[in-house]
């Protein structure tokens, strides 16, 4: 008897297990696949409060479908507990099979899942729960709908022509209630910390939004004289089933956007948050301080074309947080790299960082002096104090006696180091040049005894070093250097974020800052940052001149991709596909009912005089209709819901001085999920309401029993 | 003749111009190996009312359907100005008007709705249609009722909505299975009366009836039994009580 009466609503049953298994394989799977990737399971509460309410509505749809069945069992005597199994049997078995196999492929998924993330699953206690609550939920509303379909009056459930009964008190309380829980959610999610109020909140807010179109739609107004639109009209006014599907549609789209632009935003802010960490596709370290780096930039590609050195000093205090790069190669070397991140606004500043110049570097093993004349038995003295290339302070001193060439030895500058300062002093005598390799320091220059002359002094200068700076660092003035003294600074530009030290800090250029300096603060970084495609002879110099083991993007984008919340975004992906074969299987159940509605509907127009052809384009205006319901409302639920929803939600994680996630409503996005929606819509719609052949001809209205 | 007195409702419709005779000629209809109908030719003839009477599963509703040209007969045809009433889609002629068993209303339009849509499919305009609608609710005693929702009627008033949607479209064959089973008493002599003015129009009106009140009002009487006629005379169901 059961299997008979579950072959008799084929349709509706195949919906309600189709549901069931959705459901519950989407809510078992992330729940177990959260539970081993410590993620928020909450996120299951998305799909299984949606799919919940669409399972509802179908068993509601399904056992009152049973009702002419069930008043005639009620003639025949049966009552109690045993009429009760027999509204609900069929559908008891029916969700009991659909849940039982959507909980072992949802188990499978999370082992799918979890074996993606490299983690060994095993299935938990809160999986068992999930699929259990699932249950007890379908049975209790199969149970509820049943005994509202046994207490309806006989002479109703056996009339030929059933009439629609208004919603009862538990179902207008139920939706009254969704609403309500709606508000409160999205105010409680924006103040509590409780992740999983925020993670319930996306579908109490479409359902609440459905809910509210539904609402609406009970008051369309007749729209034009044409059949079109007067049934399409009559209908969404007249028969909740219509709007009941359009609410669905509506919640569905809503969540859609949600977790769509949330794990696109996600997405989005892993690949700039990447990039920023990363701060190039190679990155070098070298332990031998800021100069070290970038000597060995200028040696291993004098050109400019791959290498460039940055420093970066991760302060905890924000406005100490800066980065300094070798600005004249940024381009080059990262322009395309950091091209659409947060930093990308820097290129235009690029030039004007570049401007200020950098050191006087030099890479030689000893110092010229040319002395063009000194006194005879004359002494004099030339200092020449220099930044070493593994960061100490050297110097090198030449005594001058006599004219012609004096030569010095240059300590530790085989890399390159760099010129602090010449100084002169005893007696007087005057050099035609000091060079070092190919590095002109000095020329011409006449020492006339007395005091000791600084020929020459290579500083930071007096004008305040140009930095670029994130926005609340815009009104910076002093910034403390690369060695800890405090420098003038002047904004001349904002970024969204700085490399490697992420939301908050500044940028400026490391050889304006190397020019003079003496030392590197100890939580100074200093890296060399390579293009991807850099020739292995350069970075095989690169590595000989002092470089550690490079950091690649793709490992700092694989850690941020094994954090917990790109986790709980690859299962929101998850829901969003459960989400629309929910919504696509509710639709087609509706589709399925409205077959053979439609074909009595459709003798009746044409045994008035309406031709076929008049009611098939009737119908598609009315898909037409229904679809542009669902593109207009949906999009406006989606535009309104999606970024207060996403708030509160931890979308990100992994680094947290890394930009905050730019939550805003993707077009792109979201006209893809509302179109999507919405033509799916048109098209089934159309599709089915068209689909009508003999069965809807005016001889079949000839009796009742035919 | 009525006896309600309720002539006045009637809206005014210009008589049939061209009258023309409504024929079956050697009709027959086999269905799934069994005969329905068997050889049948009968002639309705304009401003007259026949009664189809007979026992259930004497083929009323179906000689009313190959008479309206919404089932194609087996054998034979039916004919009506020359034309045969079957046009090969199962959908009547602009000229028939059915009162259906089952009504055929669609039920999420309002009673003047489901009559206005009848106009409009005979190219009527919409306010025309609505106006019309209304006065053949009022000659049924509903014109309350129009707004409301079809579904939301009884039965009585459902078949009411039924005649109304058919007359109002000043039908040349008129065509009403059963259209006094859900009336008391009053409302069908009223209906019956209904009938007669069409038929004084000058259309062809046929009933399909188990209703001895109205098959002892008919001009003519026909009697069914398996299919075949059966003479008047010899029938319980020719209006004798």
Redesign the interface.
Known sequence: MLLRSIRAHLLPNLATLTLALVVSAGAVGVVGASRVGQTPGAVAAMLALYGAVALAEQSARSVIDRSHDVALARLRGMHGARLVLFAAGPLIAISLTGIAVGSAIGTWLAGRISDGWGIAYSVGTREVVVAVAVLVGAWCTIVLVSAAVIRRPLVDALSVHPRRHPASWLTTFLELLVVAAACLAVYQAHRSEQSWVAAVAPALVALAAGQLVMWALAWTPRLGSRLGLALASRRLRRDPDPASVVRILVAAAILLAVTLTGGRTAADWRDDAGHLRAGGPLVLPFSDGALRAYAATQDADPQGKWLMAAVAIDDLDPARRRVYVDATRWDAVVGDFLGGTSVAGASRHMRTLADQGGPPMMRADSIQVDVSSIADAGTGRVVVNYLSDQGYAQATRLRIDRPGKVTGALNACVVGCALLSIELSGDPFEVSSVRAGDAHLLGTTSYAGGPTSHARTVDSGTAAAAMLATQELGSASVLDGIDGKTHAVQVIGSVGAVPFVGRSGSLLDLGQVLRGAVGTVAAARSVVVARADTPADVLARLAKEGAGKPTTYAAVADQLEETPSARADSLALLIAVGVGLVALAHLLAWLGAQLGRRRAEVAGLRAAGIAPRAVRRAYVVEAGLLAGIVLVTATIAAAATTVPLLEPIRLVGGWAQAPAPDLAVHPATLASVVVGVAVLTAVLCALVFTRFGRAARPAALRSVDQ | MSTLGRHALVPERDPISAESDLELEDVSLNVGGRWVLERLSLTFRPGEVTSLSGPSGSGK??LL?IAGG??KPSTGFASYGGQHMWQG????R?AV??V???????????AR??VA??L???GVS?SEADERADEELDRFHIGDLGAR?V??LS?GQ?QRVACA?AFA?SPEILLA?EPTSELDEGNREHVMDQLRTEAGRGAIVVVATHDPAVVEAADRKIVLDEGRLVPAEDSAYAGGR
């Open positions: 509703t179906t359907s919404i089932v889609d199962g959908d009547p602009h008007a059915f259906l068993q089952v009504y055929g209303l669609v039920p999420i339009l309002s709705e489901n849509i009848a409009r499919a005979r919409p929702q579904e939301e039965g459902m949607r479209v299975d």
